[in-house]
């Protein structure tokens, strides 16, 4: 059973930052692929970022290039979202998503395999 679990969610100013975590157990991590979507109220669930099972290769969605970075630690069974610069309309729950193999990093929902509960992030003054 893959289990994925977000934390580090909050509320933030706009201008500041956050550090998501993702902690995965049950699968083969370090040949997974890892990936963080958002959805916000009334809307869709979106890509923000991918990163493949070595790490040594990232997708970031366009609004969030420059300011969100997304990492892995694949000894901890653990990827990170790093996000800065944060603005209003980052507004939402985060979630992260796991899929093999690990080197494809698609942008579609479906084409991921195992989701976490998400973390809300709230961006407001």
């Known amino acids: 059973q893959v289990q994925l679990v977000e934390s580090g969610g909050g509320l933030v100013q706009p201008g500041g930052s956050l550090r998501l975590s993702c902690a995965a157990s049950?699968?083969?991590?370090?040949?997974?692929?890892m990936g963080w979507f958002r959805q916000a109220p009334g809307k869709e669930r979106e890509f923000v970022a991918a990163i493949s099972w070595n790490g040594l290769k990232t997708h970031y969605a366009d609004s969030v290039k420059a300011r969100f970075t997304i990492s892995r630690h694949n000894n901890k069974n653990t990827i990170y979202l790093q996000i800065d610069s944060l603005k209003p309309e980052d507004t939402a729950v985060y979630y992260c998503?796991?899929?093999?193999?690990?080197?494809?990093?698609?942008?579609?929902?479906?084409?991921?395999?195992?989701w976490g509960q998400g973390t809300q992030v709230t961006v407001s003054s």
């Open positions: 049950g699968s083969i991590f370090s040949a997974d692929a």
């Open positions: 998503a796991t899929r093999f193999p690990g080197h494809e990093l698609p942008t579609n929902v479906g084409d991921w395999h195992y």
